[in-house]
């Protein structure tokens, strides 16, 4: 009887593990279809029958009617490509478009999914836009709000590059974390119109990183916009972590010979089968030991396979480990008395040379510190820039070379506590020289060995700038890469922080706002007209608008300024700058003047009057783009709309609306158009002027009405 029981037993085993090797090999669930046309189908995934996958929402839907049949999510509309158990999928989606014709806008169609299980994920796909007159957004509003996009702008073919998408012509941004929807909208500067020839119609699509290569071709097909991309969506099991998951054993998904994983995308969790195993770990059974004796065939000797791992045995008669990759199998030998002393004899030699190898190392090692310091030194212009000085220490105060070593002091070997903050330009530590002064230190960038000359120059002129309104530069190190600029250190942050910080204690009045703008025009007006040579800030912005502890302005960051030589009076660069303070007319042209400055400027103005950011994807579609969106109030005649209720009273009215009619001619589209800067600070100094004749009027009566009474 107990035999009988036993082979019932050894019976049913064997039938357990045909039906597990069969279920691991298509990755599906026992008597569960496998494909759907091309597409492998594993587990928890399932298609037919609702037994077949672990909920509803791993259900996918094959249509039969394709020939290959089509695999889709759930029961939507949306083409699954693969299905990986790494905790991912990728599905295939169509472009979102915004075309026009020589009469205006034509036809479009913004691109909206929800996924309501799966998340968009953050590390494997890029929002791309492509377009020469393209402002493309990309928001959600399922599960969390989001919002993001790009700006792609070009003037001519020529200037796009075939597998470029850095703004020209073609851009990319990366998606937020934890997306459950997708919902794209367009805007366009001049409707197309400038590029109506080769390129009427504004396109955006997320994609699989690496799966679109920008072509010229692609602004002028026309079947664009009948093009699909695959999409990388993860998905994980529930809604709870591993610890969680592990503590509900009868739902607990991970089987045998697996383990839980956290994502690093959403809620729920993920199974692995545990090294040296492979398979389905989300099955039965279905992580299975991976034979490493057959498949790496890893010794010399004797391999034994184990339980998710494997060992190597020598014969008898020799000794080793018996990898192959390790000592192998040699026979052994025995040891005699004067091979013994002959072993220590070298091993002490072995111990002397490795100690003086050591002593040389470091010696070399510091050598090459010094060479390499000296290398940096030179090669960032250190020669030059100390002969340029020395020739100007007649002249007064100049820039200071600091040491490498100087300013890791002053800065607690560049701490993380010190960091002030980071922008494109670089990283802002705060530091303490050893006369108690506090600096700001700033790693600025230079691109190549052609730019020395120029970095140079830029170091000397900014150094012997002296204004009120200007950051100070007091000297820089060249002993590293990337050399180092300090500043006078400015105390109460930047203007953004004040007018946007919704945190922030006070409301900055409009009196101070005034003041501040009439300071930094003051600042602008003097790089432009009192420098020599004159400088081109290039970055404008409220966040490059410092407050020292009297709360005067202070314009900082001249990592993105360029000098005029005296004989020109624009510059050819490289287009860089801010999104929204950029000035069109250099975009396009790349030819930087200092109108370009005006604008930006226009903009920090319009900022103050009406306490809104230049750019916001929170704001309704039409007034997103500040600069437009205060262009067409103005048209209206309703700029008490748009002014900030914070600042707004009936003595002030007629003066925001003399800064309001500046801040637009400042942000004119032509730059001919545009007031100089040091007409800007004519106008605002003559309203401040009659600003503070007015208060002593109002002052002076009511003292002689009340000395009369």
Known sequence: MGFRCMFKALALFAVTLTVTATSVAGQAKAGCQSNCGHISIPYPFGTGSTDCNMSRRFFIRCN???????????????????ISLNGYLRIQYPVGYDCYNSSGSAYYFD????????????????????????????????????????????????????????????????????VTDYELSFDSYWKHSKVLSFNPCSYGFAVEDGAYSFSVSDLSNINFSKKKFPIILDWTIGNRSCMEA??????????????????????????????????????????????????LKPCSGTCHNLPGSYNCSCPKGFEGDGRKKGTGCNPKVKPHFPILVGTLGIGMSLLFSLLCSSWVYLGLRQRKLNKLKQQNFKQNGGVLLREQLSKREEYGEIAKIFTLEELKKATNNYHESRILGRGGQGTVYKGLLPDGRSVAIKKSLIGNQSEVQPFVNEVIVLSQINHRNVVKLLGCCLETQVPLLVYEYVRNGTLFDYLHNATHPSVMSWEARLKIATETAEALSYLHSAASPPIIHRDVKLTNILLDENYNAKVSDFGASRLV?????????????????????????????????????????????????????????????????????????????IVDGRVLNDKNIEQLKEVATLARRCVRLKGEERPTMKEVVSELQGLRAIETFMEKTRFTCGRDWILAS
């Open 64 to 82: 039969t009617s394709f020939n290959p049949p089509k695999a889709f999510l759930t029961t939507s509309d949306i083409e699954v490509l693969h």
């Open 111 to 178: 691109a909206r999914f929800r996924l309501s299980k799966f998340l968009i994920s953050h590390t494997r796909n890029k929002f791309t836009a492509i377009g020469c007159d393209t402002y493309a957004y990309v928001e959600g509003f399922t599960g969390r709000t989001y919002s993001t996009g790009c700006v792609s702008f070009c003037y001519d073919v020529a200037d796009l590059v075939n597998g470029s998408c850095s703004g020209i012509g073609c851009c990319q941004t990366a998606l937020p974390k934890g």
């Open 246 to 295: 592990k503590m509900d054993v009868d739902n607990y998904a991970c089987k045998q010979n697996s383990d839980c994983i956290d994502p690093e995308n959403g809620r729920g969790y993920l199974c692995n089968c545990l090294h040296g195993f492979q398979g389905n770990p989300y099955l039965s059974y279905g992580c299975q030991d991976i034979n490493e004796c057959e498949t």
């Open 565 to 641: 030589p005296s004989n020109k009076e624009q510059v050819t660069t490289l287009v860089q700058g801010t999104l929204g303070y950029l000035d069109p007319e250099y975009f396009h042209s790349s030819q930087l003047t200092e109108k370009s400055d005006v604008y930006s400027f226009g903009f920090v103005l319009i900022e103050l009057l009406t306490g809104l950011k230049a750019v916001s994807f929170e704001r309704p579609e039409h007034e997103r783009n500040l600069s437009l969106y205060f262009v067409s109030v103005m048209k209206e005649e309703r700029l008490l709309d």
